[in-house]
């Protein structure tokens, strides 16, 4: 009988204790995933930072102007006046003409 005491209090603590260093380890791993994701999002964001800077330098438009200049009979554009240019209510018009 003296026996039986102990050995109740033993099996609740053995599984106790089993279950906390799972939790333990399970805790580390996932935090190693999360500095791992974190990691990716600072190089992510590093990187859009880099795209956003030569998506502004590419896109000035004294450029842009120049590019069109240069190009303009190779590519065969065709000015615009101000009449060709819609709206988003004329949309709907050329749709219904269209029938689509």
Do not use: C
Request: hydrophobic residues 40%.
């Amino acid at each position: 009988m003296r026996w039986l005491f102990p050995f109740l209090l033993a099996v609740p603590a053995t599984a106790l204790l089993w279950w906390s260093t799972s939790v333990k380890y399970e805790t580390r791993q996932l935090r190693k995933e999360i500095d791992g994701i974190r990691k990716e999002i600072s190089e992510t964001h590093s990187a859009l930072g880099l795209l956003r800077a030569e998506w502004t330098y590419l896109n000035r438009p004294e450029r842009l102007n120049r590019l069109a200049s240069e190009h303009f009979e190779t590519l065969h554009l065709m000015t615009l006046t101000k009449n060709e240019i819609g709206s988003l209510s004329n949309l709907a018009e050329l749709q219904d003409r269209n029938g689509e």
